[in-house]
């Protein structure tokens, strides 16, 4: 098949919000530039989030206490359940406490490096920006970072930086400030002006008169079917990372909230660009459902290394310090271990390719803390990292104290997501984009505490403003059930519900997950080749056509149905796995965590081509044939180099 049997190629798509002129003042003159909504006015209109992580938790406060009216919901039993509790290490900002040359402008620089120069610079810039108020919000709300002996808040070092930046509460930030927005959303509930529904899945997205005005929502536990209206929608639904089944994301984490809109005409942008976590705890077998996430902070003191010898299957111990390879430190000398995701994945993903893993089948690295206990002594290494250190233990039955940990790559981050411009709005007007669930700020290889930091500017100060600037058309006009737009919705819903029951096969859900997975992992994983993603978009078709004829969902949609739940979302796993290995065959260049084997230097790093794919490659859904918009990136202030971290 020649390439234009896999998409069509549509307009570009511009992105007209942001200001152009000096990048400094662009946030700032955008907020001035965008009408505002006077408090009385506030009242009478109604937002709809969903999602309650570090996204939509920010965002439904800090809209309800601006006065809005807002609608929040999630699929957990509570908000403070959703996946953003699981983040370990920490949230960047530029704040400087550490006098170590850090800036605005250093993180802007970082992130757009970091990225691999496939991000908007003036996104960015602001993410950069705000940072430095997010702390200060979350130290405000009585988030417990850690300090120093002084008192001052500690930093410590992430990857694709120089500088110590990250802000953090042991190896539980995510948690910590996951408890923060909840207590500000609590607030609100309290007050009247959020109104909280747990337990509650959003199933499609309701458009009426071309805006996106509520969406249609199933009761988890009643099977209740139900439309919810609002004058704008605002979706923190996070990353779709599960489409390879074994991930480091919640087992619910899942695309169905932006595929819907997507599928009502939400542009998806750069689905391909997938982070694998090069610190993870090794796959152990086919019974696995889940993958462990070891953070990278470890990397701040652990050491990486595997034998210099091939096939050597020595304890670690047994191997002597001149017989090992610290093989980050050895190429990369400028950053050492602590190289972004993308490269430490690769290079870790070489060495086991050479046959130099450790652990079984070979897939492995270790990760050493010996000389960190030697230098510093292991209480302060338990205090720095002790929660990761005995979850490591639980799993694996070894103690990283005496023994390095063994590690791998894993799926952990999708930096791709539904296309959004500065102010945060998608391609549907009214429906708005925030947090992981946005593809905005990352480019093609998202900096670790970079999602933190993303999710909270984008739910605490990006969309709060921008948003006024779209509601102050509003309130529109009333809905109810009756309208045509609206029943077509509901419709959609229970046709699907209807035909997923039907199926009544004989092969579960669970098992076509896997298999997907696998087929991603393999050819849309951490190598990508032309041959390879040919070869997975048809066995991706195969398999979703299996699925529609032999799935079995017991139970019925009545009530509690956690296999109805799963199977809406696998269904959705599918076509969205055949757009990424669309996307990421269509681009033939390497770039940040896309690494396509043709597109590589003669020292094995990702070889971008910024003449033919210095663009966002925007995805409008059309089907088996989607259709490419492409939006151009511009770099005034970073310009585009190979990345290079020796
Ligand atoms: C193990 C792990 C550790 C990490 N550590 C860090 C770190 O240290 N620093 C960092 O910066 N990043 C880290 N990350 C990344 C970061 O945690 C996430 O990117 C971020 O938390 C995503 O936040 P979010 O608010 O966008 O989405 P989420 O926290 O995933 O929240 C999604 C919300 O949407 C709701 N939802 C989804 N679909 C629907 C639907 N259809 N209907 C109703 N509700 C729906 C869910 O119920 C949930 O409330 C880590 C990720 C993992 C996996």
Redesign the pocket.
Known sequence: MTMTDYYTLGDPVADTKAPDGPIETRWERRRFGAKLVNPANKRKLTVIV???????GSAAATLGELGYQVKS????DS?RR???I??????NAAKNYRNDGDSVHRLFYDTVKGGDFRSRESNVHRLAQISVQIIDQCVAQGVPFAREYGGLLDTRSFGGAQVSRTFYARGQ??QQLLLGAYQALERQIAAGTVTMHDR????ELIIVDGRARGIV?RDLVTGEISTEFADAVVL????YGNVFFLS??AK???V??SWRAHRKGALFANPCYTQIHPTCIPVSGDHQSKLT?M?ESLRNDGRVWVPKAKGDNRVPADIPEDERDYYLERIYPAFGNLVPRDIASRAAKNVCDEGRGVGPGGLGVYLDFAAAIGRLGRDAVEAKYGNLFEMYQRITGEDPYTTPMRIYPAV??TMGGLWVDYDLQSTIPGLFVI???NFSDHGANRL??????Q?LADGYFVLPNTIGDYLAAGPFPKLDAENAEVAEARKLVEDRIEKLLAINGDRTVDSFHRELGRIMWEYCGMERTDAGLRKAISEIRELKAEFWQRAKVPGDGEGLNQSLERAGRVADFFELAELMCIDALHREESCGGHFRAESQTEEGEAQRDDDTFSYVAAWEFGGDTPVLHKEDLTFEYVHPSQRSYK
């Open positions: 969903v999602g309650t992580g570090l996204a939509g919901y999630c699929y957990q908000p959703a996946h953003s699981a983040a370990q290490g920490g949230i930030t995510g509650h899945e959003m199933l929502v923190a639904s996070g990353g480091t994301n619910g984490c899942n169905t909230a996430l953070s952990h981050y947090g992981e669930a670790g505490a970079s999602a933190l930091m999710g």
